[in-house]
């Protein structure tokens, strides 16, 4: 081959190409195993020469290999503790096929065992990170980019735990596949976008949601896994404490009235919602769910997608569904005041209506609904059935848990005497298994509040809202930190870890 007719790429195309930093670059150069032509102050290379550089023994791994293979050694590893064997690992690898659903051009992306030289597959990569966050039970995956580095982190069991993150370059190969998987503008890196894409793993089917939001440096992304085929829980499954569960069942038995699950972003009010739903006999019922977005399709719920780029609301889709005889009807998340009304008008005209507040716990819940939606007092106290809040808080690892003492500012918080011998906690020293945090899952706990005489006067006396939220408290069937203390005895969780989640209420 005659020079004029290889290819030539200057330093940026010879880092991508090769897949490596300046430093790494230059000091392959220094030492001869890569050679280049320096025409004044700019490297210049033969792009033959490179490719034969990739394919000798003398080339030092790039730190994207040094990462991938870390990242898939100790994915391997972790599927080889869970008991599974060589053959079902290396299947559940091979099979992980990321999807862009709602699109004709769907693309199916699997898990190529060999990536072409010098071209670091960003898709490649990209499942891996996702299926160690599944692997580690991580319930969202936050990469994040800086002026000199990168930052990738797995939420498990509510706390967050950093790794190695993916070079800076890489960074936005994979931004960028995330965002073509989620059918996102790959073009638009100046406003938030959000899409989902589907992935199988381990013979489940999950929904990836990806949240792209443009930072000073660059674009973050933030990836929450769901288990498409377990989102429908049983509310059995929902860990309600025996006598909380009966009172949950008798008010989802209401003829008609509004209930609200109540509870802070992230504290999984949406699935306990979704188990309420799940609790109805829908071959006897019809049900009508009204959403923003449609997240899962479920037989036998007639499911709505909402629209307010092109004015279709809330309210406007309540006010079709009200001409369709429904017997239940499950909104998303009480938005505006108008909602609120046809809420209250549905509800008043003999219908169940189920929805959710973002708010820490079912007195507040009780309070904003109240005065935040310009609802009439004599609307919520016929109308309003009553308010489950929910919080998370970890699971206590049960493989390697022991009997231990809180101090006693912690008997204090929860109104009990200290020293109470009686009584036995438990802790987790910390194991492989718990990863040595001393915790392994999460559950729930729960405040109930049921409107009574006294809470009816009260709302109906537009008392103001601290003192509205005080009866509220005092009325409340079971308080969180009440719930908290009953799971702690039964050794599911600490006294610490529910104080923590509960101190601001």
């Avoid at 939606?373 to 206590?396: D, H, P, T, W």
Wanted: glycine share 8%; hydrophobic share 35%.
């Amino acid at each position: 081959m005659e020079k004029n007719d290889k290819e030539i790429l200057n330093l940026v195309q010879a880092l991508k190409f090769l897949g490596t930093t300046k430093p790494t670059l230059y000091r392959w150069l220094k030492s001869g195993k890569l050679k280049g032509v320096k025409a004044g102050q700019q490297w210049r290379f033969y792009k033959e020469g490179l490719m034969e550089f990739l394919h000798s023994k003398e080339k030092e791994k790039t730190k994207f290999e040094v990462q991938l293979e870390s990242l898939v050694d100790k994915f391997t590893s972790r599927l080889k503790e869970q008991g599974f064997s060589k053959e079902e690992t290396t299947e559940i690898i091979n099979k992980a096929v990321v999807v862009r659903p709602g699109n004709k051009n769907t693309k199916k992306i699997k898990n190529n065992t060999k990536s072409e030289p010098g071209k670091p597959d960003a898709a490649r990569i990209l499942n891996y990170i996702v299926m160690e966050g599944l692997s580690s039970r991580a319930s969202d995956i936050h990469m994040e980019i800086f002026e000199n580095k990168t930052r990738l982190r797995y939420r498990i069991d509510g706390v967050l735990k950093e790794v190695e993150p993916p070079s800076k370059e890489l960074y936005q190969l994979i931004i960028g596949k995330f965002k073509e998987l989620a059918g996102l503008d790959l073009l638009n890196k100046t406003a938030p976008q959000s899409g989902r894409f589907e992935m199988n793993f381990g013979g489940r089917r999950f929904v990836v949601k990806v949240n792209i939001l443009p930072t000073f440096y660059g674009e973050a992304a933030t990836l929450i896994p769901i288990n498409a085929d377990a989102v429908l829980l049983k509310l059995d499954q929902i860990d309600f404490s025996p006598e909380n569960y009966n009172i949950v069942r008798e008010l989802l038995n209401s003829p008609n009235g509004l209930i609200v699950f109540a509870g802070p972003a992230g504290s999984g009010k949406t699935t306990t919602m979704y188990a309420a739903i799940n609790s109805f006999d829908s071959a006897k019922n019809k049900i009508f769910t009204i959403e923003n977005p449609v997240e899962y399709a479920f037989y036998g719920l007639s499911q709505i997608q909402v629209d307010q780029s092109k004015g279709f609301t809330y309210s406007k889709a309540l006010k079709a569904v009200m001409k369709n005889d429904p017997d239940v009807v499950m909104l998303n998340e009480i938005t505006d005041k108008e909602t609120a009304g046809e809420i209250m008008e549905t509800v008043l005209t003999g219908h169940l209506v189920l929805t959710q507040l973002s708010e820490g716990d079912a007195s507040a819940a009780l309070v904003r609904l109240a005065k935040s939606f310009g609802l009439e007092a004599n609307q919520i106290s016929s109308g309003l059935a009553g308010i489950i809040g929910q919080r998370l808080v970890r699971k206590v690892c049960q493989k390697c848990k022991e009997k231990y003492t809180p101090e006693d500012r912690v008997f204090k918080y929860f109104g009990k005497e200290p020293g109470n011998s009686r009584e036995e906690f438990f802790k987790g020293k910390g194991c492989e298994e718990c990863g040595g945090t001393g915790f392994r899952g999460r559950t729930t706990v729960h405040d109930i509040i049921l409107m009574n005489a006294k809470l009816k006067e009260a709302v109906e006396s537009n008392i103001p809202a601290k003192d509205l939220r005080r009866i509220a408290m005092q009325e409340s069937h079971c308080l969180m930190k009440e719930d908290g203390w009953q799971k702690a005895l039964l050794g599911k969780t600490t006294l610490e870890e529910v104080m923590k989640m509960t101190k601001d209420i």
